[in-house]
Nanobody, 122 residues
Framework: QVQLVESGGGLVQAGGSLRLSCAAS????????MGWFRQAPGKEREFVSA????????YYADSVKGRFTISRDNAKNTVSLQMNSLRPEDTAIYYC???????????????WGQGTQVTVSS
């Protein structure tokens, strides 16, 4: 089992940056694909980004491509999401999640953090 705890959310002006981090417990962190999802009020949870087991492959939603960067440190059991050029439409609760497969479908992610709020003001 993996427990995930996100941090780094907050309030930022449009055009600003935030870095989200997710700390994982357990010794099997490198066995999982790690993903970031977000959910805005009144909207469904959506895929943001994912990174493969050793960090070789990354995927991004079109809406964040070129602005967000996902990375992981298997020695520290952490995954991060660097978010630049933030827009008001990026406002959401951001969740990190762990999957056994390199997928973008939320139902394939087995473990979830509690989420961290990101608010981008215009």
């Amino acid at each position: 089992q993996v427990q995930l705890v996100e941090s780094g959310g907050g309030l930022v002006q449009a055009g600003g940056s935030l870095r989200l981090s997710c700390a994982a417990s357990g010794r099997t962190f490198s066995s999982y694909v790690m993903g970031w999802f977000r959910q805005a009020p009144g909207k469904e949870r959506e895929f943001v980004s994912a990174i493969s087991w050793r960090g070789v492959n990354t995927y991004y939603a079109d809406s964040v491509k070129g602005r967000f960067t996902i990375s992981r440190d298997n020695a520290k059991n952490t995954v991060s999401l660097q978010m630049n050029s933030l827009r008001p439409e990026d406002t959401a609760i951001y969740y990190c999640a762990a999957s056994e497969s390199m997928v973008q479908t939320s139902k394939m992610y087995l473990y979830w953090g509690q989420g961290t709020q990101v608010t981008v003001s215009s």
